[in-house]
């Protein structure tokens, strides 16, 4: 085809195939300046180790006047559009409401953030320090950005909360719904091929390894057979808990009790008592049973073979 032809193959595509185009529409949120919101709140929530040159205490003022600045912007004129797509009464008015509500929050998350970095340096042998872990370890990105997506989630924000963390999921392989409750003292191990949907809740000091899936047993549909938003979907994890690579754990009704253990590769769709663990064995169904002494040091054995 010539590229005329192509050019009016397209352009006959956007006349028939609707529902994939956005014409004359909401402006909505624009992806490298959401993208450039996430480096921003990376560079405000760690300061000093994400610039090129090395930052001073007597320079720190001045940086974060600078980034909390160019985010109080960027992210009121995102958030109004995603207001605007909302149809929200009073959009510019409330997105400047909400800006201010967010930023007011960091202070806490960073907190917060501090023993999610604790959590990886004394769940990882491999660390050699908090510098490696901030600079270099893919749960850092994926988790802060969740919990600054979460602030918005809750809010009712729609569009750029799953586009922030879509921004850690595309360069970690790390998909952390915004919607999903998590506690502190949280480690992604790897990070790769982790799913925790949007429903999902997660207790304090819980670690994941690569390849867990936290996810939906089934869809509560209505009578147009579409799925029902807002229903409890997704799996809990209660504190303590530790699930091993490639374990898939679904339904919202399915609860993993605190201090246990859910061995790789386990298919679970059943609520597990407190102490317990799971595992399969042979060629046998999953076994769910009380853990035992021993096996309070398995997570060290474990994690010095991985």
Not at 44 to 52: A, D, I, R, S, V
Not at 110 to 137: M, N
Not at 158 to 181: Q, V, Y
Request: aromatic residues 6%; charged residues 25%; glycine residues 8%.
């Amino acid at each position: 085809m010539t590229h005329a032809e192509i050019k009016s193959a397209l352009l006959t595509s956007y006349e028939t195939d609707g529902g994939i185009n956005h014409f004359d529409g909401i402006n909505l949120p624009a992806e490298e300046s959401v993208n450039q919101l996430a480096r921003d709140f990376m560079h405000l929530l760690f300061p000093g180790y994400f610039q090129e040159t090395c930052l001073t205490k007597k320079e720190v003022p001045a940086l974060v006047d600078r980034l909390l600045r160019d985010i109080e912007t960027r992210l009121a004129a995102e958030l109004e559009k995603c207001l605007r797509f909302n149809r929200d009464a009073d959009p510019a008015s409330r997105a400047r409401e909400l800006t201010t509500y967010v930023l007011a929050q960091l202070p806490e998350l960073r907190r917060i953030l501090q023993t999610d970095v604790a959590a990886a340096y004394e769940g990882d042998p491999a660390a050699r320090s908090v510098e490696e872990i901030i600079l270099s370890y893919p749960c850092v990105l994926v988790i802060s950005l969740q919990r600054i997506a979460h602030v918005m989630y809750r809010l009712g924000v729609p569009l750029l909360p799953r586009m922030l963390t879509e921004f850690a999921h595309e360069r970690t392989g790390a998909d952390i719904h915004p919607g999903a409750e998590i506690g502190t003292h949280f480690f992604v191990d790897h990070c790769t091929g982790v799913v925790v949907g949007e429903t999902a809740r997660i207790g304090n000091h819980v670690k994941i390894y690569q390849g867990v899936t936290l996810g939906a047993r089934s869809f509560v549909t209505d009578e147009k057979g579409l799925p029902v938003k807002g229903v409890k979907r997704h799996p809990e994890l209660k504190d303590n808990v530790i699930v091993y690579p490639g374990a898939t754990i679904l339904g919202g009704d399915t609860i993993v009790g605190e201090n246990s253990i859910v061995g790789s590769n386990v298919w679970l769709m059943q609520t597990m008592p407190p102490n317990s663990i799971a595992y399969y064995q042979g060629d046998a169904a999953s076994i769910i049973r009380p853990r035992k002494n021993k096996e309070a040091l398995l997570e060290e054995l474990i994690d010095w073979v991985i």
